[in-house]
Protein backbone atom coordinates (compact mmCIF):
# COMPACT_ATOMS: atom_id res chain seq x y z
CA UNK A 1 0.00 0.00 0.00
CA UNK A 2 0.55 3.70 -0.40
CA UNK A 3 3.08 5.14 2.11
CA UNK A 4 2.90 8.46 3.63
CA UNK A 5 2.93 11.63 1.31
CA UNK A 6 4.06 14.86 1.67
CA UNK A 7 3.80 17.70 -0.36
CA UNK A 8 5.43 19.73 -1.88
CA UNK A 9 9.15 17.82 -0.99
CA UNK A 10 10.55 21.90 -1.57
CA UNK A 11 9.67 24.98 -0.70
CA UNK A 12 11.57 28.58 -0.66
CA UNK A 13 9.40 31.31 1.11
CA UNK A 14 10.47 34.71 2.26
CA UNK A 15 9.99 35.81 5.38
CA UNK A 16 6.68 37.21 6.85
CA UNK A 17 4.85 35.07 4.37
CA UNK A 18 2.89 31.89 5.55
CA UNK A 19 2.75 28.47 4.35
CA UNK A 20 0.90 25.03 4.12
CA UNK A 21 2.35 21.94 4.04
CA UNK A 22 0.19 18.85 3.09
CA UNK A 23 0.38 15.42 4.34
CA UNK A 24 -1.63 12.25 3.05
CA UNK A 25 -1.38 9.30 5.66
CA UNK A 26 -1.16 6.21 4.81
CA UNK A 27 -4.89 4.67 4.01
CA UNK A 28 -6.84 3.49 7.28
CA UNK A 29 -4.18 5.38 9.28
CA UNK A 30 -6.14 7.95 12.01
CA UNK A 31 -3.59 9.20 13.71
CA UNK A 32 -0.92 11.63 11.90
CA UNK A 33 2.20 13.99 13.69
CA UNK A 34 4.06 16.34 12.85
CA UNK A 35 7.41 17.04 13.33
CA UNK A 36 10.36 19.81 12.48
CA UNK A 37 14.39 18.86 12.07
CA UNK A 38 17.04 21.14 12.32
CA UNK A 39 20.45 20.70 12.87
CA UNK A 40 20.20 22.49 15.99
CA UNK A 41 17.47 21.12 17.40
CA UNK A 42 17.62 17.89 15.79
CA UNK A 43 13.82 16.46 15.62
CA UNK A 44 10.90 18.01 17.47
CA UNK A 45 7.35 16.98 17.78
CA UNK A 46 4.77 19.98 16.82
CA UNK A 47 1.47 18.33 17.10
CA UNK A 48 -0.66 15.44 16.64
CA UNK A 49 -4.06 15.22 15.10
CA UNK A 50 -6.41 11.91 15.23
CA UNK A 51 -9.75 11.88 14.07
CA UNK A 52 -9.64 15.64 13.30
CA UNK A 53 -8.94 16.42 16.95
CA UNK A 54 -5.67 17.97 18.24
CA UNK A 55 -4.76 15.25 20.55
CA UNK A 56 -1.03 16.85 21.60
CA UNK A 57 1.08 19.62 20.90
CA UNK A 58 4.71 20.45 21.23
CA UNK A 59 6.42 23.47 22.69
CA UNK A 60 6.34 25.62 19.68
CA UNK A 61 4.86 29.16 19.08
CA UNK A 62 1.07 30.06 17.65
CA UNK A 63 2.32 30.59 14.36
CA UNK A 64 2.38 26.84 13.53
CA UNK A 65 -1.04 25.38 13.49
CA UNK A 66 -2.38 22.28 11.73
CA UNK A 67 -5.82 20.87 11.04
CA UNK A 68 -7.09 17.34 10.01
CA UNK A 69 -9.68 16.43 7.65
CA UNK A 70 -12.25 14.17 7.82
CA UNK A 71 -10.10 11.84 5.44
CA UNK A 72 -7.35 11.76 7.99
CA UNK A 73 -5.02 14.11 5.44
CA UNK A 74 -3.60 16.77 7.37
CA UNK A 75 -2.24 19.87 6.63
CA UNK A 76 0.43 22.27 8.97
CA UNK A 77 0.38 26.40 8.31
CA UNK A 78 2.98 28.35 9.74
CA UNK A 79 2.36 32.01 9.19
CA UNK A 80 4.71 34.82 9.40
CA UNK A 81 7.99 32.98 8.36
CA UNK A 82 11.19 33.51 10.44
CA UNK A 83 14.60 32.72 8.77
CA UNK A 84 14.30 30.13 11.84
CA UNK A 85 11.54 28.43 10.26
CA UNK A 86 13.80 26.64 7.54
CA UNK A 87 13.93 23.21 8.59
CA UNK A 88 12.38 19.25 7.31
CA UNK A 89 8.80 19.09 8.56
CA UNK A 90 7.93 15.31 8.55
CA UNK A 91 4.86 13.81 8.80
CA UNK A 92 3.71 10.73 10.57
CA UNK A 93 1.12 8.19 10.68
CA UNK A 94 0.03 5.43 12.81
CA UNK A 95 -3.45 3.74 13.07
CA UNK A 96 -4.51 4.91 16.50
CA UNK A 97 -1.75 5.91 19.84
CA UNK A 98 -1.19 2.74 20.82
CA UNK A 99 0.51 1.11 17.23
CA UNK A 100 3.60 0.39 18.10
CA UNK A 101 5.05 1.79 14.98
CA UNK A 102 4.51 5.25 12.99
CA UNK A 103 5.30 5.70 9.08
CA UNK A 104 7.13 8.70 8.50
CA UNK A 105 6.95 10.87 5.01
CA UNK A 106 9.90 12.10 3.13
CA UNK A 107 9.63 15.29 4.44
CA UNK A 108 8.54 19.04 3.07
CA UNK A 109 12.43 20.98 3.19
CA UNK A 110 11.02 24.60 4.02
CA UNK A 111 13.47 27.42 3.10
CA UNK A 112 12.95 31.01 4.10
CA UNK A 113 14.84 33.22 2.85
CA UNK B 1 8.96 10.47 29.22
CA UNK B 2 12.70 9.20 30.55
CA UNK B 3 15.76 10.78 28.62
CA UNK B 4 18.27 8.78 27.01
CA UNK B 5 21.58 8.65 26.57
CA UNK B 6 23.46 7.22 23.41
CA UNK B 7 26.94 8.02 21.81
CA UNK B 8 27.38 10.33 19.40
CA UNK B 9 28.88 8.31 16.82
CA UNK B 10 30.36 4.57 15.69
CA UNK B 11 31.76 2.49 13.31
CA UNK B 12 31.47 -0.59 12.28
CA UNK B 13 33.40 -2.94 9.46
CA UNK B 14 30.68 -3.84 6.85
CA UNK B 15 29.66 -7.53 7.56
CA UNK B 16 30.01 -7.57 11.27
CA UNK B 17 27.27 -7.14 13.80
CA UNK B 18 26.86 -3.14 14.84
CA UNK B 19 26.09 -2.45 18.40
CA UNK B 20 24.55 0.24 19.84
CA UNK B 21 24.09 1.26 23.27
CA UNK B 22 21.42 3.24 25.02
CA UNK B 23 21.07 4.76 28.45
CA UNK B 24 17.91 4.99 29.94
CA UNK B 25 18.29 5.17 33.61
CA UNK B 26 15.34 6.67 34.56
CA UNK B 27 12.48 4.38 32.67
CA UNK B 28 9.56 3.87 34.67
CA UNK B 29 7.60 0.81 34.79
CA UNK B 30 4.86 1.12 31.71
CA UNK B 31 7.82 2.89 29.29
CA UNK B 32 8.85 0.91 26.03
CA UNK B 33 11.92 1.07 24.30
CA UNK B 34 12.12 1.90 20.90
CA UNK B 35 14.44 2.59 18.09
CA UNK B 36 14.20 4.49 15.17
CA UNK B 37 16.99 5.11 12.53
CA UNK B 38 17.03 8.30 9.52
CA UNK B 39 19.14 7.21 6.35
CA UNK B 40 20.10 10.41 5.15
CA UNK B 41 17.57 13.09 3.70
CA UNK B 42 15.06 10.45 4.68
CA UNK B 43 12.12 10.39 7.55
CA UNK B 44 12.98 8.28 10.44
CA UNK B 45 12.21 4.24 9.98
CA UNK B 46 10.77 2.01 12.87
CA UNK B 47 13.15 -0.52 14.04
CA UNK B 48 12.38 -2.44 17.09
CA UNK B 49 10.71 -1.96 20.44
CA UNK B 50 10.57 -3.79 23.90
CA UNK B 51 9.60 -3.85 27.53
CA UNK B 52 11.96 -6.20 29.30
CA UNK B 53 12.24 -9.23 27.23
CA UNK B 54 15.34 -8.92 24.69
CA UNK B 55 13.18 -8.95 21.25
CA UNK B 56 14.63 -10.37 17.57
CA UNK B 57 12.46 -9.33 14.52
CA UNK B 58 13.62 -9.29 10.55
CA UNK B 59 16.14 -5.88 10.98
CA UNK B 60 17.68 -6.26 14.30
CA UNK B 61 17.90 -7.64 17.76
CA UNK B 62 17.14 -5.08 21.26
CA UNK B 63 18.63 -6.79 24.50
CA UNK B 64 17.23 -4.55 27.64
CA UNK B 65 19.42 -5.13 30.61
CA UNK B 66 17.37 -6.81 33.51
CA UNK B 67 17.35 -3.41 35.63
CA UNK B 68 15.54 -1.84 32.29
CA UNK B 69 18.23 0.95 32.98
CA UNK B 70 20.06 0.36 29.10
CA UNK B 71 19.07 -1.52 26.03
CA UNK B 72 21.69 -2.61 23.06
CA UNK B 73 20.50 -2.55 19.67
CA UNK B 74 22.23 -5.35 17.72
CA UNK B 75 22.19 -5.40 14.17
CA UNK B 76 24.07 -8.25 13.18
CA UNK B 77 25.39 -8.26 9.48
CA UNK B 78 25.82 -4.34 9.06
CA UNK B 79 25.90 -3.51 5.50
CA UNK B 80 26.17 0.09 3.60
CA UNK B 81 22.80 0.72 3.56
CA UNK B 82 22.80 0.68 7.52
CA UNK B 83 24.54 3.94 7.39
CA UNK B 84 21.97 6.22 9.52
CA UNK B 85 21.62 8.01 12.62
CA UNK B 86 20.18 5.66 15.09
CA UNK B 87 17.60 6.77 17.61
CA UNK B 88 16.93 5.09 21.29
CA UNK B 89 13.30 6.61 22.50
CA UNK B 90 11.52 5.47 25.48
CA UNK B 91 7.78 6.22 25.35
CA UNK B 92 4.96 5.11 27.92
CA UNK B 93 2.84 2.20 26.82
CA UNK B 94 -1.43 3.36 26.43
CA UNK B 95 -0.42 7.11 25.94
CA UNK B 96 -3.12 8.74 24.54
CA UNK B 97 -0.99 10.05 21.48
CA UNK B 98 1.45 9.03 19.38
CA UNK B 99 4.32 11.24 20.36
CA UNK B 100 8.02 10.25 20.32
CA UNK B 101 10.87 12.85 21.59
CA UNK B 102 13.82 12.04 19.52
CA UNK B 103 17.44 12.65 21.10
CA UNK B 104 20.48 13.54 19.40
CA UNK B 105 20.75 9.65 18.50
CA UNK B 106 23.98 7.48 17.21
CA UNK B 107 25.69 8.62 13.61
CA UNK B 108 26.31 4.75 12.57
CA UNK B 109 29.24 4.45 9.68
CA UNK B 110 29.32 1.23 7.88
CA UNK B 111 32.88 0.87 6.64
CA UNK B 112 33.65 -0.99 4.15
Known amino acids: KAGVTQTPRYLIKTRGQQVTLSCSPISGHRSVSWYQQTPGQGLQFLFEYFSETQRNKGNFPGRFSGRQFSNSRSEMNVSTLELGDSALYLC????????????FGQGTRLTVV | DAKTTQPTSMDCAEGRAANLPCNHS???????VYWYRQIHSQGPQYIIH???NNETNEMASLIITEDRKSSTLILPHATLRDTAVYYCIVRKSGAGSYQLTFGKGTKLSVIP
Open chain 1, 92 to 103: ASSFEAGSTEAF
Open chain 2, 50 to 52: GLK
Open chain 2, 26 to 32: TISGNEY
